[in-house]
Every structure is written in C-alpha cells, then in structure tokens.
C-alpha cells in the first residue's frame, strides 16, 4: 500500500514525471535505468494501477500517475522541510562506529562523509575499514561493522544478504578513464562496439573479490596490466599504456593527465551500491546512515558537498 512507500520512490517518480524519460531521469537520479524500472514497478504495484504508458519517444504519465507525481512533489517538499527542522535541533549525538566499504568508496564518498559527520556530529567517531564486498559481509555478521556499503550488479556474484538490511545508494554510472593523448580523450560519449581493440589495465584483488576490469560486457578483452592500487592504474592510464573502468562515483579523483569518457552500452545493466547493516541502528549510526546517503546523492547529481557547489564531469 502506498502508506508504507519509501521516499526514493516518490522521487522516482517526480523525475519521470518531470523529465518524461527513463534515461534522463536516471541520470538525475544517479541510478542505473534499470533499478530506476524497477522502482517505478515497485510504485505501480503499490498504488495498484499504471502510472506511465511506455512509447518509443520516452513515458507518458498516465492520468492516476500525474496526480500521484504531483502529490508525490508536495510530500517531498514536506519531507525535506521535516528532515532540515530535525537537523536544526540542538540534539548531540557521540559514539564509535566502524564504517566498512570497497575501496573505491575511499576516494570520495568515504571521506566526505567522515567530515561531515565531524563538522555536524563532533562526538561521533568513524572507524573506516577498507575491504572488499565478500569480506564486509562476514565482518557485518561478525559484529565487527555498524556500517557497510556493498557493490552489486550483473557482473559480480549474488550475495546472501539473508538477515541483512540494505538501502540502495546512489552511484552514477561506470566510465571510462583514459590517458590525455588517447584517441577517446576528446570525445565525451563513446558507444561500446569501440572498445574492442583497447588495452585494458584492469583491479587486482583477492580471488573471488570483484575488481574494476575491462568494460563489463567487452569480449576477450588485451588485459596489459592488473593492479591493485587506483593510483598504479591512473599512472598506467596516464603513460598511454592503456584504459580503465572507474565509476562516476571517483570520477573528481582522477590526477592530471587523465579524462573521463561515458560509454553507451544499452546491454548492460550497470553495477549500484547499497549502505548495509544489522538489526536496528543505533542515534550515531542513524546519523551516519544519512549523511552517507545525502553525500551519495550529491556526488551522484555532480554537486560537490554540503554547499551545493556544482561541478561537471567530462572529457576535457
């Protein structure tokens, strides 16, 4: 039933509304346009009826949807103005909490949640533990972490998540990361049928842990080089010696002589991320639980942080 909707729906569903396309709404949103599909599917199924009719030119909102995506703008607006009040409130919160997530987490995301919560919640301290997917899942069940993001998607196993609860993140879309002087360097969209010829400097990890490789849907791909360090792969990328996958969530991160390149691929369905834990949360790891998600969010709509300033990832 509608009463029991989570917010990311409703917001599903205001971008759909507003953009009239899956792709555009999607990209606003920082999802995979599958997982957005399935978010709309969960929402007809909850108010009992369609709310958009599909076309070869976008969606249409039906006449149950554009009443329900105009309600839907109103609660959010509630829905935002409550959760600034609650943020306003002199409430202080301390505590310890051990944060997991893969590594590619520790470029961005990770920091800037750590000093954000310092600025807002002085007396929370974060513990961060690096480790793969796999590897977080036992510490979750171990007791060992409050906190956990975990990757999912086509290309990576099925995790048992039985007991575990999961709220997805906002992670943008997988890119390209090529050296300056590449032959992609200038261009800021590339279909995939390109890279079939590419060399590919590939992650290195654990056996059964997933790693950043060659785009996920290239066959027999000229793997050059496989290493375990994001900075050894940019130094690889940026001498010319071949290309690497790198999602959009570090795409700020890249050091100089290196450039991002979207790929349309429409036979993949994307990899996503989800904040895992436990049992109920504790006020600090409440606390921890939103501003990582509100963090995600701006990353994923290319906003730098708490400020709101904007910023553009793109092929120079």
């Known amino acids: 039933m509608l009463l029991d909707v989570h917010p990311q729906l409703l917001r599903a569903l205001r971008a759909v509304f507003e953009t009239g396309s899956l792709t555009a709404a999607s990209e606003r949103l920082g999802f995979t346009q599958s997982a957005l599909s399935k978010q709309i599917a969960a929402l007809e199924a909850a ?60 470029l961005r995301l990770v920091p800037r949640t750590i000093a954000r919560v310092r600025t807002d919640h002085p007396s929370i301290e974060i513990e961060f533990l690096e480790s793969s997917t796999p590897v977080q899942i036992r510490r979750l069940r171990a007791g060992r972490l409050d906190l956990a993001i975990l990757a999912s998607g086509e290309d990576l196993p099925g995790w048992d998540l039985t007991g575990i609860e999961v709220d997805p993140l906002p992670s943008g879309t997988l890119m390209l990361a090529v050296g300056r002087r590449h032959r992609l360097a200038g261009v800021r969209r590339v279909p995939v049928t390109e890279l079939a010829q590419e060399e590919w400097i590939v992650g290195r990890g654990a056996r059964g842990e997933p790693q950043f490789g060659a785009w996920p849907t290239v066959s027999e791909p000229r793997v050059v080089a496989e290493l375990g360090d994001w900075s050894a792969r940019f130094g690889f990328v940026a001498a010319g010696l071949g290309i690497t996958t790198i999602p959009r969530l570090a795409a700020t991160t890249l050091p100089d002589g290196i450039v991002c390149v979207e790929v349309d691929d429409p036979g993949w369905a994307g990899r996503s991320m989800g904040l895992a834990w436990i049992g109920s949360l504790t006020g600090p790891a409440a606390a921890v639980r939103a501003t990582l998600i509100e963090e995600a969010r701006l990353i994923a709509e290319g906003r730098s942080g708490a400020s709101g300033r904007s910023h553009r990832d793109s092929a120079r």
């Open 47 to 106: 108010a009992g009826t369609r709310l958009f009719d599909r076309g070869p030119r976008g969606v249409a909102p039906t006449a149950a949807g554009a009443r329900l995506a105009r309600r839907a703008a109103a609660i959010l607006d509630q829905y935002e103005v409550a959760q600034r009040e609650l943020e306003d409130l002199p409430v202080p919160l301390g505590g310890r909490i051990a944060l997991g997530g893969f590594p590619t987490t520790a």
